[in-house]
Nanobody, 115 residues
């Protein structure tokens, strides 16, 4: 079992920024893909951004140009920089890691965008 811990969520005004961080509780060998997903009330969980072990990233269309995913393999962390936030970005954000076909999730961190 791999434990992931997210942090950095909170309340921010439209147009503001937040930086989410996800850390693995145990030391994990680098090279496994990690990602950020989100789930808004009444909606299904959706992919926000994924980063491969080599550092290549893909983004949801809603995230392109506004969000940036980055990882630090030495520290088993993956961060998500959220810029130009909008009300539609309000959701619980979850990170995950896929290890040999098994997906592990963090507990989530709430992001609320409101004036």
């Amino acid at each position: 079992q791999v434990q992931l811990v997210e942090s950095g969520g909170g309340l921010v005004q439209p147009g503001g920024s937040l930086r989410l961080s996800c850390t693995a509780a145990e030391r994990i060998a680098s090279g496994f893909p990690m990602g950020w997903y989100r789930q808004a009330p009444g909606k299904q969980r959706e992919m926000v951004a994924i980063i491969s072990g080599a550092g290549g990233a893909i983004y949801a269309d809603s995230a392109k140009g506004r969000f940036t995913i980055a990882r630090n393999g030495a520290e088993n962390t993956v961060d998500l920089q959220l810029n130009s936030l909008e009300g539609e970005d309000t959701a619980v954000y979850y990170c995950n890691i896929v290890i040999f076909g098994l997906t592990y999730w963090g507990q989530g961190t709430q992001v609320t965008v409101s004036s």
